[in-house]
């Protein structure tokens, strides 16, 4: 095999010269047609040259008769050959020859000649004239078989270009009907039959994906009128903007900005991108933002002390998110029916380690985080906040099915701070604010029903959540101000040139979180820093005092209100 493909190569590479003139067998072949209406007289000169030009190319006699009068008019007119020109060269009527298309269409394919106009006229390709130059052996080049992006593409050209060509709605479409059968056992086509029956629907589709490929959205006004013609643009695109057109109904097209039909733009859900791309789906799909990606290696280890009721809870999370007892657990779960997702909610005061425990989780399991930010999340457009909400949770569903192909571990999904998406649901009544917040309660309360990952949501106010967030939690962990012995502990790690009487003083006497020890210390490193010393135990009272906020009655009020 490999030796035949040298072969092949080289005699590309080294086109075997002729012994006979090919350009004189053609124009003897071309002579008997001119104006014979198909009343060859066959001399000896013809027949050997027939001959020579079916052997030399394996083509049919109809094969060499259009090869040689393709040819000629390429010559003498320099321009390209229609079934019209080749009836005209014969004095035939065009009907008489109407079969010979199949036998252009397949030339075409075996690449002797290239397509223009709309795939109805045809010029030799370049190689073949190359040939006829040097009257050297031609070896037609095969077309590569055509796959998904190439289908594409040419339908998103030739929708672009039919204005140019002065092509009706009913031209174009009728073109590519013809173009989406003869593609018929591309896997993406059978997909995409199978899922909607009307053509104008797949094209719609086709055309939105092309612009997909290339990065972009599609404007919705631009797209309808490269499909459409006269009233019925303004029938689709108000089907459009209403979103009852069978693409919106489907969940195959979403808008990305919709305002006025001149502004809207649309794109492929990845409902959508899984029907047309398959397998190359992921290539698409909705990605994790770096700035939002967490990667395990950027997690800084940090020792975390807790109350021995949530160590022992906190332990229990992370040996469920160690990979082979996560894969066992949701087996189980699977096979009794019930929701495989692991949903967390870390409450308590501020300061308390929430989030940092979860780097900390993350960390000792081998995971990435993808970290939300609520306030991006929480769009002032009405109607936006909830496809953004939406487009969180598809784009961590991506990052877990990338995350499967690459051998990587399933990432932690964490919604910090979320008081403000997970509070009571307001009266409907209330106003536009109060029915975009509740729709988007209902994504999320869904999304979590259906949850195949890891979600972490930490909250101060657990106390305002609502109810149907509670049971969608597997894990409810409350984090409360540590107690001495706990502070005793993280004042000794923190600075640990303290002794244990001096780190137990300042656990007794400040109710501080972990966070506000936190900021104790960074004060000291800061003295140290300006002073070139170590501040005195005396100083760093002096730092605790200040560290809370005092009450407007001038008393100092240790511990936390919720």
């Known amino acids: 095999m490999k030796e035949q493909m040298k072969e092949e190569q080289n005699e590309l590479k080294n086109p075997k010269k002729i012994r006979w003139n090919i350009s004189m067998a053609m124009s003897c072949v071309f002579g008997a047609l001119w104006k014979s209406k198909l009343k060859i007289k066959k001399s000896k000169k013809y027949e050997t040259a027939m001959e020579r030009l079916k052997d030399l190319y394996k083509l049919t006699q109809t ?10 008019h390429f010559v003498e007119c320099d321009d390209t050959t229609s079934l019209s020109d080749i009836s005209e060269a014969l004095n035939v009527p065009a009907m008489t020859i109407m079969s010979w298309k199949k036998d252009i269409e397949k030339m075409a394919e075996d690449g002797f000649f290239e397509w223009r106009r709309n795939r109805k006229d045809v010029i030799p ?7 006829l130059y040097s009257n050297t052996q031609f070896i037609p080049q095969k077309k590569k078989e055509m796959d998904e992006i190439d289908f594409l593409k040419y339908f998103a050209d030739r929708y672009e270009s039919r204005r140019g060509e002065d092509m009706s709605e009913h031209m174009i479409f009728r073109e590519l009907m013809g173009y989406e059968r003869r593609s ?7 997909r995409v039959k199978a899922e909607l029956d009307d053509a104008h629907n797949r094209f719609f589709l086709y055309d939105v994906a092309s612009d997909v490929i290339d990065g972009g959205l599609s404007n919705l006004n631009e797209t309808i009128s490269d499909l459409y013609d006269g009233g019925r643009r303004y ?11 069978e693409l919106f109904k489907k969940g195959l097209l979403e808008f990305e900005t919709k305002g006025n039909l001149s ?15 398959g397998e190359k789906a992921f290539l698409f799909e909705e990605k994790i933002n770096e700035k939002d990606l967490i990667k395990v290696g950027d997690i800084k280890e940090k020792r975390l002390f807790y109350s021995q009721q949530n160590q ?41 380690g929430k989030t940092e425990s979860v780097m900390q989780i993350a960390k000792e399991t081998g995971r990435a985080i993808v970290h939300v930010d609520i306030s991006e999340a929480k769009s002032a457009w ?5 496809k953004r909400i939406k487009k969180i949770f598809t784009s961590y569903k991506n990052a877990c099915e990338i995350a499967k192909k690459k051998g990587e571990l399933m990432p932690i999904l964490l919604f910090n701070e979320a008081d403000a998406l997970i509070s009571k649901r307001k009266d409907a009544n209330s106003g ?73 003083q300042f656990a007794k006497d400040y109710d501080f979180s972990g966070g506000q020890i936190d900021n104790i210390v960074r004060k000291v490193a800061m003295n140290e820093v300006i002073t070139g010393e170590r501040p005195a135990i005396s100083e760093i009272h002096d730092m605790c005092m200040t560290e809370k906020i005092e009450n407007p009655d001038g008393a100092r009020k240790m511990g936390f209100c919720l």
């Open 63 to 72: 094969q060499v008769w259009i090869l040689c009068l393709v040819c000629e």
């Open 312 to 352: 022992k809870e906190i332990d229990r999370l992370k040996n469920a998110l160690q990979e082979d007892k996560l894969k066992g657990i949701q087996k189980r779960l699977k096979e009794d029916g019930l929701p495989v997702g692991v949903a967390v909610l870390l409450y308590g005061a501020p300061g308390t």
């Open 263 to 277: 502004d809207a733009a649309v794109t492929l859900t990845d409902k959508a991108k899984k029907l047309v791309f």
């Open 432 to 504: 536009n604010c109060a029915q975009t917040e509740n729709a988007i309660q209902n994504i999320i309360l869904e999304e979590l029903e259906n949850l195949q990952g890891i979600f972490i949501a930490t909250t101060n106010l657990a106390t305002n959540m609502d109810t149907a967030f509670e049971r969608r939690f597997l894990f409810k962990i409350k984090f409360e101000n540590p107690s001495v012995e706990s502070k005793t502990s993280i004042w000794m790690n923190k600075l640990s040139w303290l002794n244990k009487d001096q780190a137990t």
């Open 125 to 131: 390709v370049t190689e073949f004239n190359d040939s």
């Open 184 to 190: 018929r056992n591309l896997e993406m086509i059978k």
């Open 235 to 245: 029938t689709v695109a108000t089907q459009m903007m209403e979103e009852t057109h």
């Open 382 to 386: 009405f109607g936006e906040s909830e």
